[in-house]
């Protein structure tokens, strides 16, 4: 019995333009299908979605699941570009359904897959069907940016800060509350001379949300600072700088133009600074702490001395967003907490039952995979012969190759775990064996190898700060839980 699939697909621009609609896909593919004797297993239907790719698309995804497991083994489509646009996925596609032994039926194009003859011209169709999309989006594109030049806003799914645009419309207007906010936020920042982390504090604290109802941050009120758009202008390619450019708008102005290039001015001033995400080894504990009250991570912090010497500590991050009560803590102190907790760790009822995750040697499973490595071997050769000889295009062999590398990466991995060892030769641990190596050396350790052991060893460590009394700069610290990673 021939267990049928059928996938249909429309977009909202090609339903109001071409009148392709799902029911009228569904209806002539149904009848084809009985006038073929096929068993209809199901409809897969993807409404309002482009053919770009295959990503956003969850229809498409479930018939590929039920390929490979088998449930169908006859796709019927009723043009190819409605099951994609792209020759690559084209390609992808129809060869995932010769190795599933499922067939692939096109209505419109008669394309029979069971012949050389109709995959080659399935092929030359995908290329033009991908030469029509590319096309529609050099149009597009050329539509924004007329529309830009001509003063109306390009914003796609959320305007600007600030404004509002009813749907079928093309001016934005203004929205009188966000409007007052944007003023407040140039007036703190240039008047008041608040820093943009001030500013994030003060909205946070007064629960005051983004445009898309979010907690601010430095960079989105700095987006809002150096947005044009409250001058009565449009920008058109903001992540280009190429084609990056502005006009006027048809929309009102929020701000004066004044205001708004005397910011631009301070902006400008601002010292721009560098800093590594890689923690020092003066920090050694930064990227693994965690806040015990909202268990974001914890960034660091310096206090200098009158002698310009600097003392480290750690705090939340959602602390300097002003949403969270939890205390900094220092460095000093953190190694303190730290080294106690692992001399004490022996005594915990629970170390006992830490699992032995010491690998167990399976030589079946070994020889197993030692030979498919062998194989996998073989085949990366012959794929390079197949290209050689001109029997594939460099494309096709760029994605064979790429799967049979994936392929041995795994088995590779696999086979290291099994033997006990990585590919680099490195011992697998156990989590007793990590707290052993933790209490044995690390007050041998300098900085920067306390460095690499917690970099290595640890994934998080909740922390917490009790507080000292009033005149204490930071409250004691107690580790909560340590976390350390898996081998």
Same mark, same amino acid.
């Given at each position: ?30 009848? #084809? ?99 029509? =999309?590319? *096309?529609?989006a050099e149009r ?5 940016? =007329?529309?830009?030049?001509?003063? #109306? ?11 509002? =645009? ?5 001016i934005q207007k ?32 007064? &629960? ?20 044009? *758009? ?40 601002? &010292? ?54 939890? &205390? ?15 001399? =004490? ?8 039952e830490l699992p ?18 062998? &194989? ?28 049979? *590398? ?13 033997? *006990? ?67």
């Amino acid at each position: 019995m021939i267990n049928t699939g059928i996938y249909v697909r429309v977009s909202t621009e090609e339903q109001v333009r071409e009148g392709y609609s799902i029911r009228a896909q569904e209806e002539k593919l149904q009848n #084809y299908a009985k006038l073929k004797e096929w068993n209809i297993l199901g409809i897969y239907a993807d409404e309002g979605i482009s053919a770009k790719d295959i990503e956003g698309r969850p229809e498409v995804k479930r018939l590929i699941a039920d390929v490979v497991s088998g449930k169908i083994n006859n796709v019927l489509v009723y043009k190819i570009d409605r099951l994609t646009r792209s020759t690559k996925n084209l390609i992808e596609l129809i060869d995932l359904f010769n190795e599933n032994q499922c067939a692939f039926n096109s209505l419109c194009e008669s394309i029979d897959t069971s012949s050389a003859t109709g995959r080659m011209f399935l092929k030359i169709v995908g290329i033009f069907a991908e030469f029509e =999309r590319e *096309n529609l989006a050099e149009r597009v594109k050329l539509g924004f940016e =007329r529309k830009a030049k001509e003063g #109306y806003s390009v914003c796609t799914i959320t305007p600007s800060y600030g404004y509002s =645009r009813s749907k079928g419309t093309k001016i934005q207007k203004e929205e009188p509350i966000e409007a007052g906010i944007v003023r407040r936020i140039f007036n703190m920042y240039l008047h008041d001379d608040y820093s943009m982390h001030k500013i994030v504090q003060i909205l946070n604290a007064e &629960k005051i949300p983004t445009k898309k109802g979010k907690l601010w941050n430095a960079k989105t009120v700095k987006l809002v600072l150096q947005n044009p *758009n409250y001058i009565g202008k449009v920008r058109y390619a903001c992540n280009d700088a190429k084609n990056y450019f502005e006009a006027k708008g048809q929309h009102e102005a929020i701000l004066d133009e004044g205001i708004f290039y005397q910011v631009q001015e301070k902006i400008s001033k601002i &010292k721009k600074i560098t800093r590594t995400k890689r923690p020092r080894s003066g920090v050694y504990f930064c990227g693994v702490l965690r806040c015990p009250l909202c268990e974001s991570k914890l960034s660091t912090k310096w206090n200098y001395n009158k002698s310009k010497v600097g003392y480290p500590s750690y705090r939340c991050i959602n602390a300097l967003k002003g949403v969270c009560n939890a &205390k900094t803590m220092s460095h000093a102190k953190t190694t303190t907490a730290f080294e106690e907790y692992i001399s =004490r760790i022996e005594d915990f009822s629970e170390t006992a039952e830490l699992p032995d995750n010491t690998p167990t040697y399976d030589n079946a499973e070994i020889t197993a995979i030692t030979a498919e490595l062998e &194989k996998t071997e073989k085949k990366t050769a012959e794929i390079m012969n197949l290209f050689v000889s001109d029997a594939i295009d460099f494309s096709t062999y760029q994605g064979m190759v790429k799967a049979s *590398n994936e392929r041995r990466n795994i088995l590779q991995t696999r086979l290291g775990l099994l033997t *006990n060892e990585s590919e680099d030769g490195e011992a697998h641990y156990t989590t007793p064996e990590i707290i052993a190596n933790f209490r044995d050396n690390w007050n041998s350790l300098d900085n920067e190898k306390r460095l690499q052991f917690v970099q290595k060893f640890i994934k998080k460590i909740i922390i917490h700060s009790e507080s000292q009394g009033k005149n204490a700069i930071h409250g004691n610290v107690i580790i909560r839980e340590v976390v350390f990673n898996e081998f």
